[in-house]
């Protein structure tokens, strides 16, 4: 009996889980041909979801392998600063003819079912369901022409969070084979990914990767001032000048009223000790201490000034929080001896009611600096419309009043770039975009219509 038993295995052997008809390394290499990189280990969010990835940056392209243990449906999201809501996804699944089925859609709410798109941009290449689990093969071009879609960045100063899910065993969209149901709880993340190498980042390892370069030295400007941490030489000290605040011994006392802006100065003149000479801004850091909570700093803006104590020709060089952190491109720099002095103004947010007293805060701004010459010296331009003026007008100079219609998702206006170059050095032929943040502020309610104010801050090279 023992010997039939022992044959028997030999002759009919279990399957192994996840062996699929053909492997997701020469699927991702019939798809993306061309791919510039590719992952060679899985990628895994949470445990039952394993994604791949090729990508073809030559020719704005990228192709996906997601396995899951489930028989329903895979979804892979970019998500936006707010995480679900605003995300843009792709919602797929294997039909019961053992084809591949994918979506594109966007979600409106947080946890809530995404909307399909009028626009279908996702390519189905390849599925397949054995053992329990799915498969799917599905590209995308990195820039569509759909207002819902967000673009696909590989080498930017922005990093890309996905959002990861997959629905419960049989949830293939029901009859019309989009009626998705919610995930249970569990079986979804939001993962920040870097597409250039196939790394997850958390801020921990990114800012122990900074801290473990011998090239990289930093200086902190936070809202206490002086050195921080005690003994060290990478703190700021701060100054009152200008309107703005000095240091405050042991943190700032955040006021106890539900929003503030305050500004903080730290001038060259009272910082004698930084290293400036051949050093570079290279990346940015939202730092957090004292006893108020993350939650409590709405976001920080990083400007800098041309004078001492915070005066003369202002650039905005940086927008974050406590939970951001960037790079410039690899090749790109921003000289720190451009400047004389830096402000650091903070939004504070104090939601409770009544508000909170008695927080002392001490956040503030990382700059890295290297001493690498970088390639290319960045700057910035601010846009706006701050009075609202531009966009009620057609744009071509005629002042006939554009009226946005009810239910637009997007809205573009222009206006006369005559005498834009002479802001610009004498000699600079060309500026490249690599990136750029939407700054919107409530200005004021007209019949109960919230009405925006916009700026649009580039970083140029």
Not at 385 to 392: A, E, I, N, V, W
Request: proline share 5%; hydrophobic share 35%; glycine share 12%.
């Amino acid at each position: 009996m023992l010997l039939l038993q022992t044959l028997l295995l030999l002759l009919f052997p279990i399957p192994a889980v996840g062996v699929w008809s053909e492997s997701i390394a020469s699927l991702l290499a019939t798809h993306e041909p061309t791919a510039t990189f590719t992952t060679t280990t899985p990628i895994i969010p949470f445990s039952g979801y394993n994604l791949y990835y090729a990508v073809d940056t030559a020719n704005q392209h990228i192709t996906f392998a997601v396995e899951a243990t489930t028989t329903g449906w895979i979804g892979l999201g970019i998500a936006e600063a707010a995480g679900m809501k605003g995300a843009d996804i792709m919602m797929g699944h294997v039909a019961q003819d053992g084809k591949a089925v994918v979506g594109d859609y966007h979600s409106v709410l947080v946890g809530g079912i995404p909307n399909k798109d009028g626009c279908q941009d996702w390519s189905a290449l390849y599925g397949e369901e054995k053992d329990g689990k799915t498969l799917l093969v599905f590209s995308r071009v990195f820039k569509t022409n759909d207002s819902n879609d967000h673009e696909i960045l590989v080498n930017s100063i922005k990093r890309t969070d996905w959002l990861c899910a997959h629905g419960a065993n049989g949830d293939d969209g029901g009859t019309s084979g989009t009626a998705y149901n919610m995930h249970a709880s569990g079986k979804n993340v939001m993962q920040t990914l870097d597409l250039s190498n196939g790394q997850k980042q958390t801020i921990a390892s990114w800012a122990a990767d900074k801290m473990a370069d011998s090239d990289i030295t930093h200086i902190d400007l936070r809202a206490a001032g002086g050195e921080y941490p005690t003994g060290t030489t990478t703190g700021a000290t701060g100054k009152a000048a200008g309107g703005k605040m000095g240091p405050s011994i042991g943190g700032y006392p955040m006021p106890a009223n539900r929003t503030t802006y305050m500004e903080f100065c730290y001038p060259l003149s009272v910082n004698s000790g930084w290293n400036r000479a051949n050093k570079n801004m290279v990346a940015f850091q939202g730092v957090h201490g004292g006893t108020t909570a993350p939650s409590n700093i709405h976001h920080t803006v990083l400007y800098a000034y041309s004078g001492d104590d915070c005066s003369g020709a202002q650039e905005i060089i940086w927008v974050g929080g406590t939970t951001f952190y960037e790079d410039l491109p690899s090749d790109t720099g921003i000289s720190f001896s451009r400047y004389q002095s830096f402000m650091v103004q903070t939004h504070y947010d104090n939601p409770t009611q009544p508000p909170v007293s008695g927080l002392l805060d001490d956040s503030g701004v990382r700059i890295y600096l290297s001493s690498t010459a970088p390639t290319h010296q960045a700057g910035t331009l601010q846009l706006g419309d701050g009075t609202l003026q531009l966009s009620q007008h057609s744009g071509n100079g005629t002042g006939n009043p554009v009226h946005i219609p009810v239910g637009r998702s997007y809205w573009t206006w222009s206006c006369n770039a005559t005498g834009l170059s002479n802001l610009f050095p004498v000699g600079l032929d060309e500026i490249t975009v690599f990136a750029s943040i939407l700054h919107v502020r409530a200005l004021r309610f007209v019949s109960n219509v919230l009405i925006p104010c916009i700026d649009m801050y580039a970083g140029l090279v």
